[in-house]
């Protein structure tokens, strides 16, 4: 089995974040025939990590890729579409896992002379759990990096085009859930119960204007409410709960503590102001990615006669790799998935096939950017 028939075998059997002990079993398999020096798998869950050369004679450079699908029903009629029914390849991580899959064949061909390469195959990314559940992984020492470096295809920038940015490239962001209580009456009586009404639709309207009223200037502030929810629909009651969900983002982690300790007094002050009792809490928590210069520098060297291209400002979207550059000098960038195809997350998108190659180039081109091969 090649690469291009891994991301297909892939593609037609995804997973969910947390679930995916089909596709890491195939990932094992594949890699069995290469035989890395260094194979652990159960990582953070369902994660696996191969290993070529030695971490005695240098350092070691970690490249990352994403084992979960999303739960998205695919529409494409291709002979590898996926066979589950609700869940699909939307987020091209078929795609990644098949370049690292190119990079361990190109690996165990020429292997490391002074150093090593991990190769990691992270689970739950979507979800935001995965990369730290590896890394709190008491297995985490066997691979501990000093350098890190992960990809993520980009549908809307010309294919093949490798996108940079130092700083940060993707954005901190969590989702927040406000719960209000009051108490319930007579939908005749309202005056003798705490309806919610009013202060959950004052926070629908402070969360949907934060950037503006927060103040935190300079970089990206961004809520979004993502939903809301008053009473049972009961006609005969005057509603005690309501419930409003927020997606917050920032450029950085420390912007991202004002966020929420600016939200978190205003729900405060509002639920304070109608006498009702409020809880805060935050689901899917992602760091900002935040890349090293000096990383950024290296791909740029490495692929200055590939196509690519610096971009002005951050993406707004969330990736939980920042968790490995907390830890280790290391860079994610983007690999463009070609213009006027379906973007990420759509029911309709599909990996480019022609990226594993160019994907696969640009890897082993960074690492030999650090390592001597045989
Ligand atoms: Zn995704
Ligand atoms: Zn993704």
Redesign the pocket.
Known sequence: MDSIELRHELHRHPELSGQESGTAARIATFFAALRPDMVVTGLGGTGLAFGFGSDADGPTLLLRC?LDALPIQETNQMAYRSATAGASHK?G?DGHMAILAQVGVELAKHRPTNGRVVLLYQPA?ESGAGAAAVIADRDFERLRPDYVFGL?NLPGFPLGEVVLRAGTFACASRGMIVRLKGKTAHAAQPETGVSPASAMCRLVDEFNNLAERTGIGNELVLATVVGAHLGDNSFGIAPDTAAVYATLRSESDTTMQKVVSHCESLVAEVAAAQRLSAEVKYEEIFSATINAATAVDAIERSCHDLPHTRVEQPFRWSEDFGRFTRIAEGAFFGLGAGTGRPQ?HNDDYDFPDELIETGSRVFLRIVDNYLQRA
């Open positions: 994403e987020c991580h990314e993520h990420l």
